[in-house]
């Protein structure tokens, strides 16, 4: 007997590892296998209803991929529906019919369910699918979205290989959502909006804990958010009110920054070991500039040439600005102080770029393409230093706004002045080069004497 055990735990192994699909659905945890139709490869029978359950172990994602795909072309009659999670409530990955091959679909947490149906009428060959389980902490995309009536909305997740998407559910309706961004210390969503509720709203990763972080108030316009997670800051730009302001993550303290020389301010990105922002203004004087968290040392770096400058993105290893315009349909680039200034891409005039996103060598694009009457925006994807460009995913009956790439393995990479204690500061403290620090106050408090606390 004492021979045999070790036969029977390779056995076992082989089973927990591997899953062949037979039969109607099945339950499972193993780490990869195959998921098919009933009699697959041959016709599928009336009125099937078979639910395929996988389940990871935790921090795994999952990785489905269809070889074989033919179905009714009315998913109301043959359908597979794919889910992030293990229920019929989790969040819709994709419903598919016909018989176009799906692409790939990713889980973004570490269980995927899956359900076949078919109604009593005509019967195809059906589908064969296998799937993969792996720690990825796979890059992803955060955007959001209006309604084609322009007046709710949504925040997407869109996994970056295999274009996997789903929209977040949330506790309560979106109003408008403009600029999305994200800080992986606390996996928290922040995100702008500007219709019946105008400011800066917050949730989890998953969408629970929704809660509003800033009412704007009426007459403001709250357009771009950059977010700090060094130094636990929340940037954003007002093109209502004209401002530039910062909150902090750990009371929502708030400072007004800038509030002079501005007529429609937008985007706004970080350079957030060194303490310095970057914004776009679209307003009469057309300009991209910088300035120190603090509002001091105050630059244009562009101010020729531009129609509607909207997203920004930086390339701080190789000292490189993009950004996006609405209005020339281009993509340009500059350093860091506004030189070697360069066209990358320019399209024709029915786009209209909007947000930008970098991941590795790609942009990423918003695009308001035919906004009227169709509705559709697309997400470009452009290839850095080439003349190649994508139509990378579609959107129909609204508009995609701000886009952001999350790298879960970078978490939060780097250092600066402010990210210990808060650099002793007693609210804010804005980063300066050298890992140095500065404390400042809330509107309406100035620094004590010790340089540090607020009176």
């Not at 927990?16 to 490869?41: D, K, R």
């Not at 040439?305 to 020339?328: E, I, R, S």
């Not at 320019?346 to 906004?371: C, I, K, N, P, V």
Request: glycine content about 10%.
């Amino acid at each position: 007997m004492a021979r045999e055990k070790p036969a029977m735990f390779g056995l076992l192994l082989l089973v927990l590892i591997y899953h062949s699909a037979e039969g109607c659905g099945f339950t499972t945890t193993a780490l990869q296998g195959t998921v098919q139709s009933p009699n697959y490869p041959s016709n599928y029978s009336d009125n099937q209803n078979c639910v395929f359950s996988i389940t990871a172990p935790d921090c795994y994602q999952i990785t489905l991929t269809f070889t074989a795909f033919d179905l009714q072309a009315n998913c109301s009659l043959d359908v597979v529906e794919i889910r992030d999670g293990d229920s019929a409530s989790s969040p819709i990955l994709g419903r598919y019919c016909g018989s176009s091959v799906p692409g790939p679909v990713r889980s973004f947490g570490s269980k995927l369910w899956i359900k076949f149906t078919s109604d009593g009428s005509i019967t195809r060959r059906g589908f064969r699918a296998t799937y993969t389980s792996a720690y990825l902490q796979a890059p992803f995309f955060l955007f959001a979205s209006n309604t084609a009536g322009n007046v709710g909305g949504s925040i997407h997740r869109m996994d970056v290989e295999t274009r996997t998407n789903y929209v977040i559910p949330m506790a309560s309706s979106l109003y408008r959502p403009i600029a999305v961004d994200y800080d992986p210390v606390e996996q928290t969503i922040y995100w702008t909006e500007v219709g019946q509720v105008k400011g800066i709203r917050a949730s989890a990763l998953s969408g629970s804990g929704m809660h509003t972080v800033l009412r704007t108030g009426d007459g403001s316009t709250p357009d771009g958010l950059a977010v700090d997670c060094l130094s636990r800051l929340i940037f954003y730009t007002d093109t209502g009110r004209d401002v530039i302001g910062v909150l902090t993550m750990s009371n929502f303290a708030h400072k007004t920054i800038i509030n002079s020389s501005l007529d429609q301010p937008r985007a706004i990105v970080l350079d957030t070991k060194k303490g310095v922002m970057f914004w776009t203004d679209w307003g009469m004087t057309k300009k991209i500039e910088k300035a120190n968290y603090d509002g001091s040392n105050r630059t244009t770096l562009v101010n020729t040439g531009l129609y509607y400058p909207n997203g920004l993105a930086l390339d701080l290893p190789n000292n490189h600005l993009y950004w996006v315009d609405a209005g020339t349909d281009r993509v340009e680039r500059c350093d860091l102080d506004g030189g070697n200034r360069k066209v990358m891409l320019q399209l024709g005039s029915s786009h209209h770029f909007f947000g930008l996103a970098r991941e590795h060598q790609h942009l990423y694009m918003t695009d308001w393409y035919s906004l009227f009457p169709t509705a559709t925006s697309m997400l470009i994807r452009y290839k850095i230093n080439t003349t190649s460009a994508i139509v990378y995913a579609t959107s129909s009956g609204g508009r995609l706004n701000d886009i952001h790439v999350v790298e879960p393995k970078k978490h939060c990479d780097g250092t600066n002045g402010c990210k210990v204690n808060n650099g002793g500061c007693g609210v804010f403290c804005f980063p300066t080069p050298n890992n140095g620090s500065k404390c400042t106050c809330p509107d309406g408090q100035t620094l004590s004497s010790n340089r540090q606390s607020c009176v």
